[in-house]
């Protein structure tokens, strides 16, 4: 490996795009390259090799990457010996291809690829390498993961997608579903609590179809619960399907399992949810609510939605909209439906034009923040525990903390980062809430 003059080591910048699952992986790969014996560097400019982790969710997901690749391509320019490479979702979604698009590529690897990195990037010399084999078996257990700083981790429990919603290209990009053994995750959680780490959080695309042997996600729930020291569990995502009565009993029974469930609808119609492939319809999807609530009082709830997928007509719109009033979610994620290459929905194509999606989310959007003032604002008054974040953004000696429901709280308090305060609530937007030591 070439690394830059006067250097005592090559070092790598590593950049990361898409969902908390690359995020986790970020870190899984910080940590099998600085055993390779790299270094960090903080910027593109101080780097030998620089990593882009993608996400292939959505186009324009993508061509940010390229116009961000064609940045550092200027780099390459100047310094030859500079080595690029595109990891994640993406590289596995467009593979050799992204050579073509991105001849200054060295190499291209999926997100199986990564016990090999370091050995990968010793043989980027002449020709770029592409590495994007799926592997089913690969769930990176006990090669451990270098945790960002703060008093929230994130913990990969399973990999991959088996439901193949018509959509969406993370089962094609992430390979089959597959879970982490019980014990790495405990052990995983165990140093973390040791760290002072005193929230988990429980990552896969469909985390609740967690299954190691006799261990599903109920019981895994259970056991990480039972560490000292881990003080508040969360997941996502979970799937409204793998929703069961053992995992809604942990989340009920359990109090380090914190009152908040990010729960994906994608639309209000039964025709669209049908289309989609998600397995569920609206009512049922209702009842699942109805029990969340009846069992978890304090619950709240997020989701995402999808507008404008194939064949989606004012109506199916119309039946969104009504749904998110019904639920009153307290936030939601709204994505205009983008066609993706090897999902079933592909060949369907696209069938809503630019504009009326363009209308379509932003009344989603409006509509969502009405939704989430009125949740928030029925926070004010209410004491919750606060897990002290760190100082809060807007700078002024305030703190900022989550609520058990996952509500970003402003404060102001002595106390130090990872502590739980009681906060009264006194105000709210439909973004956050403030408060005040109870
Ligand atoms: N595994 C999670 C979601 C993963 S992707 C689940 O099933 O709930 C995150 C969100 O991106 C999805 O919930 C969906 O709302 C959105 N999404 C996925 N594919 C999309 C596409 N092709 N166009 C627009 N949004 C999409
Ligand atoms: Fe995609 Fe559906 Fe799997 Fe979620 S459950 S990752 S939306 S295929
Ligand atoms: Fe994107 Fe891959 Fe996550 S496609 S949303 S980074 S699993």
Redo the contacts with the bound molecule.
Sequence with gaps: MQHREGSAQPMVYLETYGCQMNIADSELISAILRRAGYGAAARPEEADVILLNTCAIREHAEERVLGRLSDLARLKHQRPALRLGLLGCMAQHNRAQLVQKAPYLDLVAGPDSYRRLPELLSQTRFDPIVDVRLDRNETYAGLGSDHGPGPRAYVTVMRG?D???A??V??YVRGRERSVAPDAVVGECAELAARGVKEVVLLG??VNAYRYGEVGFGRLLRMVAALDGIERIRFT?P?PCDMTDSVIEAMATEPKVQPYLHL?VQSGSDRMLAAME?GYSVGQYLELVERLRRAIPQLALSTDIIVGFHGEQEDDFAATMGLMRQVGFDAAFTFKYSVREHSRAYKLGDTVSEEDKARRLSAVIELQESLSMARNRAEIGQVRKVLVEGPARRGDGMLSGKTPQFKTVVFPAQARIGETVAVRIVSATSHSLSGVAA
């Design positions: 997608c439901r193949f919603c959509f969406c993370v089962p695309q469909t995502s799937h994906p998600r």
